[in-house]
């Protein structure tokens, strides 16, 4: 009979212990590259029986005995539309971006290896549930710790500096002149109407802008046309009606209240693991005033999922992130030999934030990767001396090219030395690649094993 408890007690434990759910929140921003990194991570699961992954430990000790993905209890989310994933890349064009929110779970059954569980129980299962949305929603975090006049004071601030400032002219016209006379309903949403229409020439810019909030105005998903979206933030120097303030006050309100603390309570609350993709290439092509904004737009991401004590996600979600991941996607865009610039890039860029994370006990790693490797290396010729490239198919017009996209610096910059550098990062297509087996990639095994590779004991 004690043997019996004891046994029940262990299995209990052996339960606990193998933390057989882990969820893993993708984080980035539109375009850097989530939609792709789950779609390859999906195939590099699902393929995993004939798959080269060298870096993910249990799988390279053979103890994966079986990957599949089953059926997500929360029945209301649609499930992340893998398929079709894989048949836009079969007709050689990217996933689209993303415009609602899905979700997967993948179950992995592998061999326990810890000599005294595996006692008990010789073969145990874990469950990965990982969620994909519009990476413009993910904007909107800041906003839970802000009130109408902080938002718009923040705004104005941001609006003002470069590259943004330059787009900026025709909303500054619009907002000082409508708001000198009394506003009607209609003059509102005449004026929400605009500043959405500022947002989208943000996004739409090449200048290589980031904090484009709210996220709901860009992508507003079911939420277009509502009465929620016409708000927009009032400039400290002019002097509005009460009664115009206390309904921007209550839009504003009801928009992070109804739309933003839900949405991040559904998706992000009991996340185990974060993942956060940064695309350095696009900052790199648009230079210094685009690097700053998106180093500021990252930080301040990363400290809102910070998990100090007086911060808004650690007061609701009490959260349990103990591994922060930041990725630099793309990697397949530079030459092997960049790799490291690459990194040490990124590093660079975000080493206050990372700082401030791991003050606070959190592991935090940076890595470089390939969600689906598209170009090749190559070595080309150029004023007789050899430069290492890369070779793939130009985007814009489906012909092969040979690219040398420039030297990532390893050291940062001074804003002098980076209107010095010229960078060419191109986009890729997708050349013919066979889909029933594991989708080329660049370290996404490394990727593996520093999200989950800690829960095969
Ligand atoms: N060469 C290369 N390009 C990639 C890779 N991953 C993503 N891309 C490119 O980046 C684009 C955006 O990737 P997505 O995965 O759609 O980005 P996302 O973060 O899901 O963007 P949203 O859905 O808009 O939030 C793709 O259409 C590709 O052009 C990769 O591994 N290699
Ligand atoms: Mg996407």
Redesign the pocket.
Known sequence: MAIKKQLKQAVELLDRGLDKNIRVC?T?????????????LMSQLLHQKKAQLPFWLAHAESRILGVKQITYTDLHIPEFPYKEAISALESHQ??????NISQSRISIKFEVKNKWLKRIQPHSHLNIDII?????W?LDLPLLDLNFITWSKQFYEWANKKPQSKLADDWHQSVNNLLKAPSSESDIKLLAKEFRQFLVRCKDSSEGIHLIQPGRFI?PGDLDGAPVLDFFPVPSHVNISDELAEKLEQRFNYYRDNIVKPFFKEYFTSVDRQLL?V?VLKVLNCGYDSYRELQQTLSKLITSFDYGQTNWFKRMFQPKINKLIIAS?????VPPEQHNAMRAFLSNMLIDAENQVGYQGIDVATVV???????EPVLAEHESKKLACVK?IE?ENNKEVINYPGKIPTEPMSKKQWSEQRYNFI????PDLATDKQLP??RMDRLIELLIGDKFL
């Open positions: 993708v980035g921003l539109s375009g850097s590259g989530k939609t792709a990194f789950i779609t390859s990217w996933p689209k971006s993303t415009i994909d949305y519009p990476g413009e993910l992508l993709l695309d996607s793309k990697s397949d865009h990767f390939s969600a689906i490797q598209v170009t793939g985007f986009d890729y297509a997708v990639h660049h």
